[in-house]
C-alpha cells in the first residue's frame, strides 16, 4: 500500500475541482437511471457502478529528416475522448427517505471516484510530456523509436489507473487516497428503517 501511495505521488495531480476537471478535459457524461431489486443489489453486478473510459493516445509532432539521413521527432501524448458513465439514478422498489439521502451521497461518491480516474489520467500525460526529441538513425529507426516511447507511456498510463483502484479498492476506500483524490468512499448502507 505504501508503495502504491509513493506513486501515485511521484506523480503530481492537477488542482481543482471535480466540475472543473470535467470542464478543462471536456469529460463527457453518461448518465443511466440504475433500477435494482433491492438495496443490496446496487453493486452486484459492477464494483464501481460507474466507469471512465479514457483515450489515452501519442502523437508524433516536428518530424523531420536532418541532415545526414538522421531522422527526428517528438512523441506527444493526448487525452482525447473521456467519457464518464455514472447512475443518474438508483432506484429499488419502497426507497424511504434516508435511502434517498444515502443514495444521492453514493451517486457524487461515484462520480469523485470516476473523476479520479480522469486526473490520474491527465496527471500521467503532463508528467509524460514534453518527451525531448527523438534522433534516430533513419525514419525505420525513428518510427521504432517513437513506437516505444509511446508504448511504455501508455503503459504507465494504465498501470497508475490499475494503482489508484488498488489503493481506493474501486472507491471503497477512497478515503484512503491522497487529495485532489481523497473523498466519500463509495459504500452503500442498507438498512431497514
Ligand atoms: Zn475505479
Known sequence: MIAIVAALFMTALAAGSDDEVMARLHVQVDARDLTVPSC???????????????????????????????????????????????PDSIRWPQMSQSDRIRVDALRRAI????????????AVRNALNPQP?????????????????GRAGFERFTREEREYDALTDHGRRQNAAPPPLRGPDTILRCSTD
Do not use: C, K, M, W
Open 40 to 86: 443490496r443489489n446496487v453493486f452486484a453486478r459492477d464494483p464501481e457502478a460507474g466507469l471512465a473510459t479514457i483515450s489515452f493516445r501519442y502523437r508524433v509532432a516536428d518530424a523531420h529528416a536532418l541532415a545526414g539521413g538522421q531522422y527526428t521527432g517528438t512523441v506527444v501524448f493526448e487525452l482525447s475522448t473521456i467519457t464518464v458513465s455514472v
Open 111 to 122: 462520480v469523485h471516484h470516476e473523476i479520479g480516474h480522469v486526473r490520474v489520467a491527465e
Open 133 to 149: 526529441p527523438i534522433v534516430a538513425s533513419d525514419i525505420f529507426a525513428f518510427r521504432a523509436d517513437a513506437d516505444a516511447v
